[in-house]
């Protein structure tokens, strides 16, 4: 069990827009600590994708976009390429726990 | 651009210690622009932070395995490592090495290694 809570899955058509919810507590995102994504290529190591909540390292391309509400934070990919398939994790700060916790990961799927 | 490698066995028994170094090349570990961590993912799972330390040597454990988890840094060969005792199948996972930046997020990767617990 994740401290972080996202959807096991999720899919789209090429060009379309998809979403990946991270729902944490009061003790990480909801108390103010920054989340971050991953994008997982199958066999490879992460790779940063957002940080701060909604700030792209260089390189990636501004198809994908982070948003923080409350307890939740968001990943947004509009333009859905095939290369885009991948696993996805959302990340914050545990006040409670004094460290980084992850999201289960969701598995993108392009259709 | 900093560069991170795991090296260290790819197979270790059932109640013995597992011990990993990363070898950080294209800067410092004595910089104090981060934290060095290590995460881990059991096959077909998701990612666990098992721990992070500070140049000065000051760790940060996950509470789940603090009791056996060890990190240290070796700045005189720019390296860092990890030691997990009493190790079980459960184990069994890709370990990566990061850095952790002040905002908390992991900007750069090793490429992980395997490491298979089995007698």
């Known amino acids: 069990q994740s401290v972080l809570t996202q959807p096991p899955s999720v899919s789209g058509a090429p060009g379309q827009r998809v979403t990946i919810s991270c729902t944490g507590s009061?003790?990480?995102?909801?108390?103010?600590?920054?989340v971050h994504w991953y994008q997982q290529l199958p066999g490879t190591a992460p790779k940063l994708l957002i940080y701060g909540n909604s700030n792209r390292p260089s390189g990636v391309p501004d198809r994908f976009s982070g948003s923080k509400s409350g307890t939740s934070a968001s990943l947004a990919i509009s333009g859905l390429q095939a290369e885009d398939e991948a696993d996805y994790y959302c990340?914050?700060?545990?006040?409670?726990?004094?460290?980084?916790?992850f999201g289960g990961g969701t598995k993108l799927t392009v259709l | 651009q900093l560069q991170l490698q795991e090296s260290g066995p790819g197979l270790v028994k059932p109640s013995e210690t597992l011990s990993l170094t990363c070898t950080v090349s294209?800067?410092?570990?004595?910089?104090?622009?981060?934290?060095w961590g290590w995460i881990r993912q059991p096959p077909g799972k998701g990612l666990e932070w098992i721990g992070s330390?500070?140049?000065?040597?000051?760790?940060y454990y996950n509470p789940s395995l603090k009791s056996r988890v060890t990190i240290s840094v070796d700045t005189s060969k720019n390296q860092f490592s990890l030691k997990l005792s009493s190790v079980t199948a459960a184990d069994t996972a890709v370990y990566y090495c990061?850095?952790?930046?002040?905002?908390?997020?992991?900007?750069?990767w090793g490429q992980g290694t395997l490491v298979t617990v089995s007698s």
């Open positions: 990061a850095t952790l930046t002040p905002r908390s997020c992991f900007d750069y």
């Open positions: 294209g800067g410092s570990i004595s910089s104090s622009s981060y934290y």
């Open positions: 009061s003790s990480n995102i909801g108390a103010g600590y920054d």
């Open positions: 990340q914050s700060y545990d006040s409670s726990l004094s460290g980084s916790v």
């Open positions: 330390i500070y140049y000065s040597g000051s760790t």
